[in-house]
């Protein structure tokens, strides 16, 4: 079964809007990663965090880690159009770490 | 634009048909996957690779096969494709250890249509 399972699947906001989305997962992990795919498009990445972090930044992106919930959020601040996409968690397990498993991914739609 | 390059982008064919999907790098990298996606964009590990003439099966059964006789060349066949096997298929790539060995280089897919 998957590891990750991003919460909500789908959310629709107007600019200017902040939008979280909420990951999930089951076993111990080594990182964290969050990657967003534009419809028809392979995926790209967006940020890393590692088990032992709590929070990281990279421009409008926020990310958050709290291993004993087995969770993580993705903000994403000021909303464009332009981050209208697909956004998927995958995580790296202890262990299992070659592989990375994906969730089901949140699709978001940034109205103008 | 990522170095990882997918070929062909868009491929409908009858059943019963032999196809491959080809996936090259150009950034050396050793490891190498094959994921498939579902239209409600679940992705699913199929194959994957640590180096030249290593190959693994991934989380989810697949009817396809891979070759890795070339680092940068990641090939995917299916000897008789089938509806079932429509689908997205993307390959993906990771650098050896140190700064961003943990993350994947995507290329754009193969979206495949099997009539």
């Known amino acids: 079964s998957q590891q990750g399972e991003e919460d909500p699947q789908a959310l629709s906001i107007q600019e200017g809007e902040n939008a979280t989305m909420n990951c999930s997962y089951k076993t111990s992990i080594n990182n964290l990663q969050w990657y967003r795919q534009n419809s028809g498009r392979g995926l790209v990445h967006l940020i890393l965090i590692r088990s032992n972090e709590r929070e990281k930044h990279s421009g409008r992106l926020r990310v958050t880690l709290d291993t004993s919930k087995k969770s993580s959020s993705l903000l994403i601040t000021a909303s464009r159009a332009a981050d209208t996409a697909s956004y998927f968690c995958a995580t790296a397990s202890v262990g299992g770490s070659e592989k990375l498993v994906f969730g089901k991914g949140t699709k978001l739609t940034v109205n103008p | 634009e990522a170095d990882i390059y997918q070929t062909p982008r868009y491929l409908v064919i009858g059943t019963g048909k032999k196809i491959t999907l080809e996936c090259s790098q150009t950034m050396g990298h050793d490891k190498m996957y094959w994921y498939q996606q579902d239209p409600g964009m679940e992705l699913h590990l199929i194959h994957y690779?640590?180096?030249?003439?290593?190959?693994e099966k991934g989380d989810l059964s697949s009817e396809s096969t891979v070759s890795r006789i070339r680092t940068e060349h990641f090939p995917l066949t299916l000897e008789s494709a089938r509806p079932s096997h429509t689908s997205q298929y993307l390959c993906?790539?990771?650098?050896?250890?140190?700064?961003?060995?943990?993350?994947?280089?995507f290329g754009a897919g193969s979206r495949l249509t099997v009539l």
């Open positions: 690779s640590y180096g030249v003439n290593s190959t």
């Open positions: 993906a790539s990771r650098g050896a250890p140190g700064a961003g060995a943990n993350v994947l280089t």
